[in-house]
């Protein structure tokens, strides 16, 4: 089975503090995705990633960076957390195809006080 | 902007009952077609994809795509508690890997 592994179950930062958050796949696929999930709201997309050291932005993009040095690993910043980017992070893989299926982790609850 | 529309809920069922769950999208080209179910405070997992015009069907499940309407459901025989969830639906344009969702229904099935 594939796994996609999330460093954190739930994280507490405060304001302004830089937040990593790290995921790591098992299954050698080329897609990577962040997802942040907000009640009412439902998935949204910041970042994509299609191969290493490749990346597009994705619906709300603002406040975060990302990082994929390794196929396996994909990292998302927040250079300067703030409350509104309290929320949860998924992470997401896929297989390089265009009809595949998502995995995801099993998401980091980010608490920025 | 490509746009997938779900009724929010919640559904609400009685057990052994067939739970309803549609999905409508606006992409004429969509291709894929995913029903995702997320458990209160965990993460999605995928439970049907349908390509093709028609019905799918795995055990309970069943997935019914009608691409000259532009709809995707989800029947769930013999609703059970456990399957008391949020259904999320995904679709895919041709050539794309992202997909879009929709914002999800919340199932309740009650004793």
């Known amino acids: 089975d594939v796994k996609v592994t999330q460093s954190s179950r739930y994280l507490v930062k405060r304001t302004g503090e830089k937040v990593f958050l790290e995921c790591v796949q098992d299954?050698?696929?080329?897609?990577m995705f962040w997802y942040r999930q907000d009640p009412g709201l439902g998935l949204r997309l910041i970042y994509f990633?299609?191969?290493?050291?490749?990346?597009e932005k994705g619906d709300i993009p603002e406040g975060y960076s990302v990082s994929r040095e390794k196929k396996e690993r994909f990292s998302l910043i927040l250079e300067s957390a703030s409350t509104n980017q309290t929320s949860m992070y998924l992470c997401?893989?896929?297989?390089?195809?265009?009809?595949?299926?998502?995995?995801f982790g099993s998401g980091t609850q980010l608490s920025v006080l | 902007q490509k746009e997938v529309e779900q009724n929010s809920g919640p559904l609400s069922v009685p057990e052994g009952a067939i739970a309803s769950l549609n999905c409508t999208y606006s992409?004429?080209?969509?291709?894929?077609f995913f029903w995702y179910r997320q458990y209160s405070g965990k993460s999605p997992e995928l439970i049907m994809s349908?390509?093709?015009?028609g019905d799918k069907e795995d055990g309970r499940f069943t997935a019914q795509l009608n691409k000259a309407s532009q709809y995707v459901s989800l029947l769930i025989r013999d609703s059970q508690p456990s399957d008391s969830a949020t259904y999320l639906c995904?679709?895919?344009?041709?050539?794309?890997?992202?997909?879009?969702f929709g914002r999800g229904t919340s199932l309740i099935v009650h004793p």
């Open positions: 997401a893989s896929s297989s390089g195809g265009t009809n595949e299926k998502l995995f």
């Open positions: 299954m050698d696929h080329e897609n």
């Open positions: 990633s299609y191969d290493v050291k490749m990346k």
């Open positions: 992409d004429r080209v969509s291709q894929s």
């Open positions: 349908i390509y093709s015009n």
């Open positions: 995904a679709v895919l344009s041709g050539g794309s890997y992202i997909p879009t």
